[in-house]
């Protein structure tokens, strides 16, 4: 395959080409949204938020793992690009709810097929890691054999 035949961008773009941006402009925009919500704790908050809003306190328990330095800049960013809605409610103690915008929720899709995917593919491909490790042990710095 020639450079020529090589589609740039590697994904359908809306025609914005047309109105001035490049394809290089564009794929900057996409490769920073796709490194926002291909991250892990974004796909699984918004897999979390699918079928109902949560407080702060019941996300941070349905997201194993997650801390809640993590949890609050995850949720900041998602709701940035508005995926993800904020509501305060004015109450002793004071409550605030998390759920999925409009736009949040065009995302179910996409993070579900790629979680299926993983699920559906996880034996291969750690059978694949193995296989790979035993064939090529780490080696130390310098080329010699890592001890």
């Not at 579900?112 to 034996?123: E, K, V």
Request: hydrophobic share 35%; with cysteine; charged share 25%.
């Amino acid at each position: 395959m020639d450079a020529s035949s090589v589609r740039w961008p590697p994904f359908p773009t809306d025609g914005s080409a047309e109105s001035g941006e490049s394809d290089e402009e564009i794929c900057r925009q996409v490769l920073r949204i796709l490194s926002l919500v291909g991250d892990k704790w974004s796909l699984l908050i918004i897999g979390t938020l699918r079928d109902r809003t949560l407080r702060f306190g019941e996300l941070q328990r349905a997201v194993t793992g997650i801390s809640q330095r993590m949890l609050t800049l995850t949720l900041r960013q998602l709701e940035r690009d508005g995926l993800v809605s904020r509501t305060v409610h004015a109450s002793v103690p004071p409550r605030v709810d998390y759920a999925l915008t409009e736009l949040g929720v065009t995302l179910l899709a996409p993070v579900t097929a790629l979680g299926s995917w993983a699920a559906t593919h996880r034996r291969t491909i750690s059978e694949n890691r193995r296989r790979y490790e035993t064939d090529h042990p780490p080696t130390a710095p310098g080329g010699g054999a890592a001890f």
